[in-house]
Nanobody, 122 residues
């Protein structure tokens, strides 16, 4: 069974930065693409970023392009989301998830973490 555990969320002022981490259990982490999604109160879960199994082909939602960077360290079974120039509209619970392909479609992710709260104050 795969477990994904997010960390690094918190409260930050607009314009600030945070780095989220997602630690994965299991020996097959490097075989999969990984993604980040977020869900704000009263809204549907939305795609944020994804990365290939080797760290290539990062893919971003337009709303975060140029501000967020996804990366991974397969030796640590961890994927990261570096968030900069944060805006109040980035406030959400952020989830990491595993997929066989780099995609923005949430239905193609088979394991999900429990999420970490990010709150950006104005």
């Amino acid at each position: 069974q795969v477990q994904l555990v997010e960390s690094g969320g918190g409260l930050v002022q607009a314009g600030g930065s945070l780095r989220l981490s997602c630690a994965a259990s299991g020996r097959t982490f490097s075989n999969y693409a990984m993604g980040w999604f977020r869900q704000a109160p009263g809204k549907e879960r939305e795609f944020v970023a994804a990365i290939g199994w080797s760290g290539d082909n990062p893919y971003y939602a337009e709303s975060v392009k140029g501000r967020f960077t996804i990366s991974r360290d397969n030796s640590k079974n961890t994927v990261y989301l570096q968030m900069s120039s944060l805006k109040p509209e980035d406030t959400a619970v952020y989830y990491c998830a595993r997929s066989r392909i780099i995609t923005s479609q949430s239905t193609l992710y088979d394991f999900w973490g429990q999420g970490t709260q990010v709150t950006v104050s104005s």
